[in-house]
């Protein structure tokens, strides 16, 4: 069973970073994504990784400020969060899947974490 676990969400004002980890246990899958959801939206697709790093994709919001990467040997994925937006206020989410095409959908994911608050002031 794949456990995921997000940390490093918090509060920062706009134009600051913040890098969100998350920990993965279990094994079993091969691509890893975030998604966020915002107050009284749908929860919607950040970015992805593929397993070997070498592909990533990102929603047409993030890209250029957010970066996706991960370290297999610590079974850890991160999303690194430049110039942060008030809009970028959300619970993240990590998510895996076994896979090895791009997924952008939620219902393509099988394993997901708690999330983790980001709130970006103005």
């Known amino acids: 069973q794949v456990q995921l676990v997000e940390s490093g969400g918090g509060l920062v004002q706009a134009g600051?970073?913040?890098?969100l980890s998350c920990a993965a246990s279990g094994g079993g899958f091969t691509t890893m994504a975030w998604f966020r959801q915002a107050?009284?939206?749908?929860?919607?697709?950040?970015?992805?990784?593929?397993?070997?790093?070498?592909?990533?994709?990102?929603?047409?919001?993030?890209?250029?400020?957010?970066?996706?990467?991960?370290?297999?040997?610590?079974n850890t994925g991160y999303l690194q969060m430049n110039s942060l937006k008030p809009d970028d206020t959300a619970v993240y989410y990590c998510a895996a899947r076994w896979g090895t095409v791009v997924a952008v959908?939620?219902?393509e994911y099988q394993y997901w974490g708690q999330g983790t608050q980001v709130t970006v002031s103005s």
């Open 39 to 74: 107050p009284g939206k749908e929860r919607e697709f950040v970015a992805t990784i593929s397993w070997s790093g070498g592909d990533t994709y990102y929603a047409d919001s993030v890209t250029g400020r957010f970066t996706i990467s991960r370290d297999n040997a610590e």
């Open 105 to 107: 959908k939620e219902a």
């Open 16 to 19: 600051g970073s913040l890098t």
